[in-house]
């Protein structure tokens, strides 16, 4: 079936540090991907986001590139700050699923000073 | 800026008990959902919702769960017999169209003693 792989967390990075969060999916048509956030005590919130391939999705420094190829879509980040610690959510939508996300098991993200 | 509220934050229910968790989305949204989150584990997909009918739901949406906008302004997700393993985090979302970006609410935490 439809799934979505996040490497396992908790990641612990230094300020200023590179990120990297892997994400793969596993889909039989052809999906929209999307990365969701989640600060402590809030909902999820979308970060970012592709709908096809090779597209880059971008924001607040963020990025991840729809890859049809290696079936990927990893969030990258060149400096991360202590504000970016969160949960961090991959996740897929296909059409003609009723608008339904499918999520990964989600990535918890802590930058220390 | 709009946001997706829920209500109670936090609900303690006895198992057998009936509750309804309660949403109101973002005013101009037609799509609606139910997601949950067991401790530890991912987000689900539950339910979507459109004009007033459900689109697409999970196997995790039986017959002991429905949904209904009962006002215009309120989603709600009833449980009609709670099980212990119902306790969860369950986010509400909402969504101008379909495929379009998601809006989670803070999400209500279900405990079920």
């Known amino acids: 079936g439809d799934s979505v792989t996040q490497m396992e967390g908790p990641v612990t990075l230094s300020e200023e540090a590179f990120l990297t969060i892997n994400c793969t999916y596993t889909?039989?048509?052809?999906?929209?991907l999307f990365w969701y956030v989640q600060y402590p005590g809030e909902g999820l919130q979308l970060l970012l986001k592709?709908?096809?391939?090779?597209d880059k999705g971008s924001n607040k420094g963020f990025e991840a590139t729809y890859r049809k190829e290696t079936t990927s879509f990893h969030l990258e980040k060149g400096s991360v700050q202590v504000s970016d610690s969160a949960v961090y959510f991959c996740?897929?939508?296909?059409?003609?699923?009723?608008?339904?996300?499918?999520f990964g098991q989600g990535t918890e993200l802590s930058v220390k000073p | 800026e709009p946001e997706v509220t829920q209500t109670p934050s936090h609900q303690v229910t006895q198992m057998g008990q009936e509750v309804i968790l309660r949403c109101v989305p973002i005013?101009?949204?037609?799509?609606f959902y139910w997601y949950r989150q067991i401790l530890g584990q991912k987000v689900e997909f539950l339910v979507s919702?459109?004009?007033?009918?459900?689109?697409?739901k999970s196997e995790i949406f039986d017959d002991q769960f429905s949904v209904e906008r009962p006002d215009g302004s309120n989603f709600t997700l009833k449980i009609r017999s709670t099980k212990l393993e119902d306790s969860a985090m369950y986010f509400c979302?909402?969504?101008?169209?379909?495929?379009?970006?998601?809006?989670f609410g803070p999400g209500t935490r279900l405990t079920v003693l």
């Open positions: 592709a709908t096809k391939a090779d």
């Open positions: 996740a897929l939508s296909l059409p003609n699923q009723g608008g339904k996300l499918i």
């Open positions: 979302a909402s969504s101008e169209r379909l495929m379009g970006e998601q809006f």
């Open positions: 919702f459109y004009n007033n009918e459900i689109s697409e």
């Open positions: 005013s101009n949204h037609l799509y």
């Open positions: 889909a039989t048509g052809y999906p929209s």
